[in-house]
């Protein structure tokens, strides 16, 4: 299964804007709380109240700063996990195929009943959305949880991934984006959605929103004093405002 | 070759048990999945008022606070030396027993020897009134050391605070403005309101000086200085009253700036003028004459001068008229140009007066005049501990209600709105109440609000009353006492020395205290007969914190998830400003050790006393456990501390006790919501359906209207009283500083911290709390420390290029109390004057039960070394607290420092290092 | 990229078997116990070097499964081509053992099949775009080269030997000069990988955890820059300038023993350098390449 469907029905993904995102971490833990009891082998921790803990995560939220030219530098949060690529090379290389690209959905999934442990997908992966489980070592990455989103056992508001459901601010959506009628595409157009390292020929299904311009205060004039205070004094400054009253 | 078989609808668990979280004070709704009897998954209730199914990094960690090694096991008594960590497993029986035998002779002869302070503690109503059946006047929570500048600030002003108890109409709100937010209370509908408003393109504009989080996506940011929000606030008021931008008909309806100021000389200066019937009085627009400010159809006027007498207006234009304010004379010393100040308060007028929307709703004022619809300032502000852990914080609030106010932008639509039981007036609001009296409950709530010098809590030596020294001269709206004067104090003796000191969930020998160092001394200080300086400690807490360590008996508290609580209108509900809501916790799971929750431990500690309220006619305990409490105890007839399904299952708010009520809670999905009628949910202060509402569901038993206090007449009263007048008389030593701190109109003036930038210590050092850990909890939690296991000290790019900084260098950073050995990061985003860290990573070695090498002990660090509880001596041989003259909050943030690159220490390892704690015992 | 052992193990044995195995059937011709000492060494070269890729495996026992994706995989390609090329040598080893008189002939089909396999060896890296350094026919090459003249030296061709050590320092030198351009060719930056590089220069403010997670220590090992110095130093003068010096000056089986251990020597630091210099772009949203 290897090979990468010509196309899919569907382009599932998310869209996660920058604009909006305080880096609260939220989506981090609520990924790892589902999917370590979630699709397949658990997400392990390694010495985890030790001097070195290590764990599987399948979401992680990088802070970067901005420099402008011009403006106040920046905070932008970032949370990476799989975009779940057109041209996924991580399903490329598998050589069990273990690793491949649904055709009704898009979702880049591992089998891991198939799964050798080898690693190679986590190479062929720009964005260091697969993860290894040390426990189990078989690859780990996000299933824009494949269990949730079909899963006819939660109501209906709640078939969305993880992630989403508990974002705080909103800023996580997650959608179709090959149907250009979603709310997903639509949010791409209207806010100039962009995909990551586009040199890299993958192809990413999930998109980023960009941070706003900011430190631009409104060019809406100065307030004009009433009157020179200095010279009318007090009681001149008081006959004006009350003045304005009906 | 086909796809393979997923199965993508699985069982998700067997069963969802609803309750509340308890990762920070915001107390979501969560829903707990369970799998064979074990939470398998935590998430967010959708139905919860303030969550509405989001959930944020601890809550959706929470699996992991019940599965952490660090939890208690069992009751434990101290064999070894206080602070090594040494204990001994007894039973519950021995345990209560001693705490018994220790507390029952204090009771019966000298009950405020007994202090009893709690930290993140969600029951404070409860804790609270145990401890006035006890009779000691020494009983908080850790509100001093963390927000009491604004809540006091807030209800002296609006009858309402920032923190959870108000917010943004995040629906209708153009603009908002955050000052100096943490992110660690009303944190999610906070974020969700964010979002809501970014989605609408609304603007969001950070005053802070670190650009992480909120400030972080905010559209602009200003990077002001620590210490000066006041006055860039007071510089925005200069603006609008420069160019007449504020909301006269608000002022002169809701507030009391057309009240009289009495000019003449005399104890009455500055204090309303009032009628015969001592009450202040406004000057009717349409007679010219006195009219009663309530009066129906009365138009007060701003510009009245009655008998030489002018208004509150005036006095208030006067002052702030002054081009002391104007942004030219602030700028250099807030870090902000002149011309963005300038700038923000066009955007201010602009949205406020230009942008103004209004709601298709007509309401009834409290004076009975009808207004067609309800027109609303689309501006909101948002404050929390940036701008309250200063000593200058009192008035800064202050400031900025008052900026709030002129803007007629509280409780209108698109403002900032309260939440029931807010808005109540500070004359609704209890006294201080600390007389004890040998065997005797206390005759009321120990903390309260003053309205002037007599209701101190003094002695009649005029010594203060309480350990803690609240309600005394050195800070007279103490409101939440001084936690963190509790161990300073006792070991001084001064006021008095005490027998036992009980604590629940405060962290006071680690990140809890300014000052840690010194404060594990002093726990461990003795007599020259070997005995402890303070003799017992009582500590209950789920987890082994450093706290623990150097405690004498260990009551073990279960986990959130384990145990009942209420989360009650009486102290600090879940409210929305459209609803009053309240909400529980319950066993969702029992627990699987020796431990008890520490409410209903109280309750059985208390009727072994026999305290009042807590025993039976028989002498049995009244109260099976805590959530037996819960629902039979009344507050007043009627009123208890759950407001939903009383009586026969339909009361609201008021209502007998009803045996069902808990598991009608459960059944709602762990919360209830009492709604504000449509006519009711603005202009609440003034609005008669909403004082009607109020009074129906029980917060008030009357109608409680007010107008916002512009001029602060308690305030002046203290003024009044260091100007020589009334009398009950401050000391001497103490004088200067009252008539400065309270001034009845917001001031600013610099941070006592301040005056060590002299001496070399230029440097402004802070403090924050990430949005992934609650205080020191998060390190024990296996997910959370893998985000955030130590933490550095981010530096500005200026003062990064003077030391010469470059990655993986390390610093030393010296306060005028103590000194700190720690890594550096660069931070662009910054206010170049400015260093900080986050709160509470660094952990002692040996606590929370991680390994003794773990990277919080190894490389996290507290900057609590460097805060001092006391400012450095001044020669006058007075100990004057780090904390605000006003109201006695610890003024974290007036930290100054100075840095130097320094060689990393041995091992990489942050200095100061402390020993391990054994915790023998524990396991 | 880590430099696991258990691949650069791999990598170097394999090739040199391979490179011996397709020498051992073309330009040898051993019978009898010689013949067996030869195949049987050349044969367990490979093999161990083929096993040892199987420690880097978590789960080796579903190893088998890696046979199934040749159509799109290199490293299922490489399993094949292993395999068949072991199997393909077979016949002609034991003839040459027992003296079966299979023509030499046939050895070319398993030479070809070796050769192949190391070039799939090499594929599996150079296919890997996120990879920039790899990302280039010159390591398929390097493979080769190795391969090749690992197995003339084991092979005992003297000449051969050090045209093939000279082919190996022209693939290495042609896989470091296209390798340390490569990454700033792949136009791959912080600034591309955030999406924020428009807005100004971007920098990492915090990590997105302090502890250790499978993507530092499997794709983001940071080698100090004198010590890629060192190691290439040693790599073309242990590894192909002294071979050569003691193929030239010590006559008989002593100078290829020695030329041997300093090749090997030189075939480790070079395939260690292979992958610790190898910087994936996954470590520009750690700030460490």
Known sequence: MTCLPQKTDKALGLVIDLDTCVGCQACVTACKGWNDQGYGVPLSDQNPYGSEPSGTFLNRVHSYQVMPEAAAPMIVNFPRSCLHCADAPCVTVCPTGASYKRAEDGIVLVNEDACIGCGLCAWACPYGAREMDAAAGVMKKCTLCVDRIYNENLPEEDREPACVRTCPTGARHFGDLADPASAVSQLVAARGGYDLMPEQATRPTNKYLPPRKKDRPDQASLLAPLLDIKATGLAGWLDRVLGKLP | MSQPYVNTSPQVSDEVRKTTCYMCACRCGINVHLKEGRVSYIEGNRDHPINKGVLCAKGASGIMQVTAPSRLRTPLRRVGPRGSGAFEPISWEDALQTAVDWLRPLRDEAPEKLAFFTGRDQSQSFTGWWAQAFGTPNYAAHGGFCSVNMAAAGIYTLGGAFWEFGAPDWERSKLFVLFGVAEDHDSNPIKIGIGKMKARGARVIGVNPIRTGYNAVADDWIGITPGTDGLFILSLIHCLLEAGKVDLDYLARYTNAAYLINETEGPDKGLFVRNAEAQPFVIDRRTGAPAPWEAKGVQPDLGAKWQGHRTVFQHMAARYLAPDYAPEAVAARCGVPALRIRQLAAELADVAFNQAIEIAQPWVDFRGDAHASMIGRPVSFHAMRGISAHSNGFQTARALHLLQILLGAVETPGSWRMKPPYPKPMEAHPTPHFIAVPGKPLTGPHLGYVRGPEQLALKPDGSPARIDKAFSWENPFSAHGLMHMVIPNAVAGDPYRIDTLFLYMANMAWNSSMNTAQVMQMLTAQEPDGSYTIPRIIYSDAYASEMVAYADLILPDTTYLERHDCISMLDRPVSEPDAAGDAIRWPVVEPDRNVRGFQSVLLDLGARLGLPGMVAEDGSPKFRDYADYIVSHQRRPGVGPLMGFRGNGDGEGRGAPNPDQMARYIENGGFFQAHVPEEALFFKPWNAAYQDWAVKVGLFDSPQPYLFNIWSEPMRRFQLAAEGHGAVQPPDHLRERLKLAMDPLPIWYPTFGDAAEPFGFEVHALTQRPMDMYHSWGSQNAWLRQIRGHNPLFVPTKLWRKHGFSEGDWARVTSPSGQITVPVVHMAALNEHTVWTWNAIGKRKGAWALSQDAPESTRGFLLNHLISELLPAKGDGMRYSNSDPVTGQAAWFDLRVRLERAEPPAQAESLPAFGTLAMEGLR | ?289
């Open chain 3, 1 to 289: 990229m880590n430099p696991a052992s258990s691949v650069i193990i791999f990598t170097v044995l394999s090739g040199m078997g391979l490179g011996y195995l397709a020498l051992l059937a073309t330009a040898h011709d051993y019978t009898g116990a010689a013949a067996f000492w030869h195949w049987a060494f050349a044969y367990a070269l490979a093999t161990i070097g083929l096993a040892a890729s199987a420690f880097h495996l978590g789960n080796p026992q579903r190893a088998w499964r890696a046979f199934t994706q040749w159509r799109s995989s290199w490293l299922s390609r490489e399993a094949w081509g292993a395999v068949l090329t072991l199997l393909a040598f077979a016949p002609l080893a034991l003839s040459d053992w027992l003296g079966l008189g299979l023509p030499r002939g046939f050895g070319w089909v398993g030479a070809v099949l070796a050769m192949a396999t190391v070039i799939a060896t090499g594929m599996i890296y150079a296919q890997i775009r996120a990879v920039p350094r790899w990302h280039h026919w010159s390591v398929p090459l390097l493979y080769l080269a190795y391969a090749l003249a690992g197995g003339c030296l084991l092979a005992g061709f003297r000449m051969p030997a050090i045209l093939a050590l000279v082919g190996v320092a022209g693939a290495v030198l042609l896989h470091w000069r296209v390798g340390d351009g490569a990454f700033a060719r792949a136009r791959s930056s912080l600034g591309s990988a955030t999406g924020l590089g428009a807005l100004g220069q971007v920098e990492i403010f915090e990590p997105a955890h302090t502890a250790g997670s499978y993507l530092l220590r499997e794709m983001i090992y940071v080698v100090g820059r004198r010590h890629v110095k060192r190691l290439r130093v040693i790599a073309l003068g242990v590894g192909v300038a002294l071979p050569i010096l003691a193929l030239l000056v010590v006559p008989g089986v002593g100078g290829f023993g020695l030329a041997i251990i300093l090749y090997l020597l030189g075939a480790f630091a070079q395939r260690w350098l292979f992958f610790a210099e190898a910087e994936h772009v996954v470590g520009l949203y750690y700030g460490r390449r």
